[in-house]
């Protein structure tokens, strides 16, 4: 993931962060693969929210564990994204 984040995660890095945790190869998750079923816990997943929010991005944890796929996490983290644009006057792309 970058630290330096100028835009929400890709799904290629939301697999890269996943597939790290989980001891797999990114390839092998796709993306409307349950994550907690790939071996994902819940505290890997508040890990990743930290990291987020961490970056500026405040998504929230029972939204990602409620819908636990790489499309629904893009799509969380993107809303979140935009909703921070907005706030802080920025155009949304």
Do not use: C, Y
Request: net charge negative.
């Amino acid at each position: 993931m970058r630290s330096d984040i100028t835009a929400p995660p890709t799904a290629d890095d939301l697999r890269q962060a996943v597939a790290t945790i989980i001891g797999t190869e990114p390839g092998e998750i796709t993306g409307d693969a349950n994550l907690v079923f790939l071996g994902l816990g819940s505290l890997e997943m508040m890990r990743l929210v930290t990291r987020w929010r961490r970056q500026g991005i405040a998504v929230e944890f029972g939204e990602l564990a409620a819908e636990p796929t790489v499309e629904a996490w893009q799509r969380h983290l993107r809303a979140a994204w935009e909703a921070r644009q907005v706030k802080s006057g920025e155009a949304v792309g």
